[in-house]
């Protein structure tokens, strides 16, 4: 199975998946234009830079419609949080934390901890193809982790449960699946979900909002939840290593299939 995160890192790839990620993140950093907007040529520089630089695009051929699945950066950020709890350590996406996470990850996330142990099992598993899908449409991207309209707030955290529940419904992701009516075609979301071989996230595969597996047994499957508590984080990292194990499964049964 490809994997793009070891030929974007080169000879900096490593068995240490957490390390590989911020040196992924640090590249892109340092070559990333400083501003992003809509205007035409502002918005074409970035989308060169993302074909050239985000794992998602790469592995799509630079198709803007790709995105990730599961997010890394997220739930590293949560357990780094949580272990380092007493401290009131708090980490973000910036060029110091990745860089502490990278040379010195032992400090913050012992490998001791089962927690640390699921997270990088899901690390290795999230530079793999089976994290990485293609939208149908590229402002999905965004909107799965914050959907913003003018009656509507959902944060989402682009937790998979969360986007296979909203896809059904028209006023939050279901919007990119309207027929002519303007009511969600559920024949096109089951496409797309089989398209994308997301089907492990319903109840014995059955596809139909009622049936989505929540990510945790406290959450439901309608809303996205920042994870503070052992228990949550820890029920979350198995459920994701569970569904990319799955997907990878079928990935490699067949190939994956483009456009909608």
């Known amino acids: 199975m490809k994997n793009m995160m070891k030929t974007y890192l080169g000879k900096d790839y490593s068995d240490n998946h957490l390390r590989n990620f911020c040196l992924y993140w640090l590249k892109g950093m340092s070559c990333k234009p400083a501003w992003e907007d809509d205007s035409k040529g502002r918005r074409a520089v970035y989308d060169t830079w993302r074909k050239d630089n985000d794992l998602d695009c790469l592995y799509f051929d630079g198709d ?14 949560w357990v780094a949080e949580f272990i380092n709890r007493e401290e009131g350590r708090k980490f973000t996406k910036c060029e ?8 010195v990850p032992d400090t913050y996330l012992p490998p001791e901890y089962e927690l640390v142990q699921l997270l990088y099992k899901f690390l290795e598993l999230a530079e793999l193809p089976c994290n990485y899908i293609l939208l149908p449409d590229r402002n999905m991207n965004a909107d799965r982790y914050c959907f913003r309209r003018s009656a509507k707030f959902r944060m989402l955290y682009d937790q998979v449960p969360a986007t296979l529940w909203h896809v059904f419904e028209k006023e939050t992701l279901g919007m ?25 996230g319903f109840r014995k595969g059955v596809i139909k909002q009622s049936e989505v597996i929540p ?46």
Do not use: C, H, Q
């Open 96 to 103: 110091a934390d990745l860089k502490l996470l990278a040379d």
């Open 176 to 200: 990119y699946f309207l027929d002519a009516t303007g009511e969600v075609d559920e024949e096109k979301v089951v496409a797309w979900i089989l398209r994308e071989k997301l089907e492990m």
């Open 215 to 260: 990510l945790t047994k406290t959450i439901s499957p309608r809303s996205g939840k920042r994870l503070n508590k052992e228990d949550e984080l820890t029920e979350a990292l198995k459920y994701m290593i569970s569904f990319l194990s799955e997907r990878g499964e079928k990935l490699t049964t067949g190939p994956m299939l483009t456009g909608i």
């Open 64 to 77: 803007l419609k790709a995105d990730t699945l599961m997010s890394a950066w997220t739930i590293i950020k």
